[in-house]
């Protein structure tokens, strides 16, 4: 089986005070399940496991039923950390989950064929994150106010998701992370500290994920216009 994590516990820090970005009214249904209908609709995916700030699991099966949901789905409480919740979601995979599609839930416009050849990736190297080069030239600083150097982008990717795993192995680098106190941003992270390497599976087109305000405008946009992230 292949399952999928969404990720849905942030608090929305950036989005200003008592706003909740993941049901804000975009392209007309909350932000959030647009990411839901793309993991909902992908024939591949055999099951859905939400993570979800505890007390608010009677909101997230509400939007289920509103728009329809099919494929079976498990709410399940987030942790302090992002790393946290990701192990929450993992403890709560069926026993048949083979590989993993991990998803920021802010992030609605992943296609299906991103999604995809994000597991394909993963069933042949054992981790896979969707990435796009940078593009834009990259310098360093050391105290947040000077240059300190440059970076060569042509070697420098911007990381999103899905990140997608063989489930053994996000489970034990995860388990690394915890026994050692670690903390990671992100779950290729956990993998760089086990050594396992992660495919990079090229974006060509966007997969934003909403983060500030301004950002909502160019997601409607997307929506509306169906103009998401797409593969080969």
Known sequence: MISAIIVAA???TRMGPQLDKLFLPVAGRPLLAHTWERFDRAAVIGEIILVVRDGMQSTFAELAVKFRFTKPFRLVPGGKERQDSVWNGLEALSPAAEIVAIQDAARPCTSTALIEATIEAARQFGA?????????TIKASDDGAYVAR???RSRLWAVQTPQTFRVGIIRR?????????????????AC????????????????????VPDDVPYVEMLLRTGSSASAP
């Open 173 to 189: 680098a995860l388990q690394a992370v915890r026994e050692r106190g670690a903390q990671v941003t992100d779950d290729t992270a």
């Open 128 to 136: 896979a994150v969707a990435a796009q080069p940078v593009s834009d």
């Open 10 to 12: 942030g608090r929305s």
């Open 150 to 152: 440059h970076l060569d």
């Open 192 to 211: 760089e500290l086990i050594g396992q390497p992660v495919k990079l599976v090229s974006v060509p087109g966007p997969n934003p994920k909403v983060t």
